[in-house]
Structure formats: structure tokens, C-alpha cells
């Protein structure tokens, strides 16, 4: 939906901008009205440099959650009030997905907790290592029986 409205936003933009072309062509060409064409040549840098800036602010705010994920940032929220619907849709997006990472690390910090409890509660010497040889994972029972101090 929120791509419906993105596309539609886009192309009402480009409707816009076509216009102000044909107008200026119009009024220079057929009417000689300089006056009034300068006025519309404003109109259309205007229209393009606020198209521009829509579609910056979408990829700016995708580039911006994409780096909040990189650096384990999770509490990024995004207004969801806003005046824009398809930013308004893009931000629900942004929000439900940065709540399903969220949910997910969570799960796997909880379980993790869990796989080390157990492991510090077997009878058994336990170490689990990377393939460089380091260690990175003992349990009590491996740390007494190789006299390691972590």
C-alpha cells in the first residue's frame, strides 16, 4: 500500500511538472509572454527541486534504519503521525519491522541465557571454540579441570 501511495505521490509530482513544461513552451513560443514564462520556469524549479527532496527524505529514512540495524540500534522509532501518507505507511513499515528485529534479538539473547545456564550446570568439562582456536565459551567444570581463570 505504502508503495501504491509512493507511486501515486510520484506521479501527480511528474503530471505537475509535465504542465509547467507545456506551459512555458506555451507561453514563450505561441503567446511571447516572457513575463509570465520566467514566472513558470520558477514554478518548475520549484516542482523539481521538491520532488527531489520527496524522494531524498524516503531513501534517507530507509538509509537511516538500514544503519540503525548495522550499529544494533533498536530503539529507532519513526513518527507515525505525520501529514504524508505514504511516509506515514513507510514509517508504520519501518516501526513494524525495527519491533520484529527487536523481538527477535530478545528471543535469541533469552535463549542464549538458557543454553549458558545449562551449560554451567553439567557435570561434564565443556569449552566451545572458534576455528582460529579461541576460546569463547567454558563452562565452571572446564575452567577447574585446565586451571583457567577467565
Known sequence: MASKNLYLSIIVR????????????WLFFDRHSPILGIFLVLIFIVQVTELISFLNRTNQKIAFFFD???????????????SDK???ELNVSLNRVNNLIKNVKFELQEQEQYFKTILEHVSVGII???????IF?????????LNYET
Open 14 to 25: 511528474s503530471c505537475f511538472l509535465a504542465v509547467s513544461a507545456l506551459l512555458m513552451g
Open 68 to 82: 540503525a540495524i548495522q550499529n544494533d540500534d533498536s530503539t529507532l522509532r519513526f513518527p507515525e503521525n505525520t
Open 86 to 88: 505514504s511516509l506515514k
Open 128 to 134: 566451545v571454540y572458534n576455528e582460529k582456536g579461541n
Open 137 to 145: 565459551l567454558s563452562n565452571t567444570v572446564a575452567r577447574n579441570l
